[in-house]
């Protein structure tokens, strides 16, 4: 992750995917769980500022759950902006940290539930990241949320796709296209292999 | 496992360690089982660099966790 975050930044890449061992966004400054040890998006922004003067940083979570950990570390922190779609509803008075109660609208949606997903995170996204005008994008992707996996929000690949869309363009709009996707959530292998290297084609292709 | 093409530019990263497929995230433990086999067609794009994580120190852990923290990753049987 942190090398990925640093490539970015140099240049060398405009754009990468960062498979994991073990997750990250359930792991705050002194707590860990939820198969979370040490909080990689974090350590990767703390690196980026403390070496390379990286200002502000915005991060959309897709993981069905709440990104507790990464709320717990940058709760009190203007420069970044975490945008969290899962259980809870929630804005700071500054705006920099929101959550989204995607589940019951999801739920509520039945078929419909890849469109309200994907509307709710452009909504709550979108107008945001371009305000804040971050110097990097990170999508926190989990794919828990998938029909099936122990997130089940009754998604499908489609809005994996239009999400991998919507950070490209953002990224593009706001950051001269430096995203960083993580993986995150997840379990079943054959939901791996299928959702993952769409992804990243989508990635090698906004980098032709 | 890395295999950088310099003068390629804007590239795509993919990180990617072995150790993920062995014993990946802990719900299943075996979800990236297919991978890096997955990617073989991607691999092929001349604009796709693979890369092979290392591990960070502990000093720059210590930016963001607590100590305690730390030693209660070591501890945890996950």
Redesign the interface.
């Known amino acids: 992750?942190?090398?990925?975050a640093e490539?970015?930044w140099l240049?060398?890449?405009?754009?990468?995917?960062?498979?994991?061992?073990?997750?990250g966004h359930h792991?705050g400054?002194?707590?860990?769980g939820g198969?979370c040890?040490?909080?990689d998006v974090?350590?990767a922004i703390?690196?980026l500022r403390?070496v390379h003067g990286l200002r502000r940083v915005a991060i959309l979570d897709t993981d069905a759950h709440h990104g507790d950990g990464t709320r717990d570390?940058y709760r009190d922190d203007p420069a970044v902006l975490h945008v969290c779609l899962c259980g809870s509803d929630y804005a700071s008075s500054d705006g920099t940290k929101v959550d989204v109660a995607i589940h019951r609208l999801c739920w509520e949606a039945g078929a419909r539930s890849d469109e309200v997903y994907l509307e709710a995170a452009e909504a709550a996204f979108a107008p945001r990241a371009r305000t804040f005008c971050p110097d990097l994008l990170v999508w926190y992707f989990g794919f828990d949320g998938h029909r099936g996996d122990?997130g089940d929000l009754g998604l499908t690949a489609a809005c994996y796709n239009g999400l991998v869309g919507l950070t490209l363009a953002l990224a593009d709009q706001v950051c001269s296209?430096r995203l960083l996707v993580v993986l995150g959530?997840?379990?079943?292998?054959d939901?791996?292999?299928s959702l993952?290297?769409p992804i990243?084609?989508r990635?090698?292709d906004?980098?032709? | 496992m890395t295999s950088e093409r310099p003068n390629l530019m804007p590239r795509t990263g993919i990180f990617y360690h072995p150790s993920f497929s062995q014993r990946s995230y802990l719900t299943v433990g075996r979800r990236l089982a297919a991978f890096p086999d997955a990617l073989r067609d991607l691999l092929a794009l001349p604009q796709v660099v693979l890369f092979e994580p290392q591990p960070v120190s502990d000093e720059l852990i210590l930016k963001v966790h607590t100590p305690d923290l730390i030693r209660e990753v070591a501890k945890d049987p996950l």
């Open positions: 992750m942190v090398a990925a490539r970015i240049g060398e890449l405009i754009n990468a995917f960062a498979f994991i061992g073990a997750g792991a400054r002194d707590f860990f198969y040890c040490f909080n974090s350590i703390e690196r403390e570390i122990y296209g959530g997840g379990s079943r292998a939901l791996a292999s993952i290297p990243i084609a990635l090698a906004a980098a032709r």
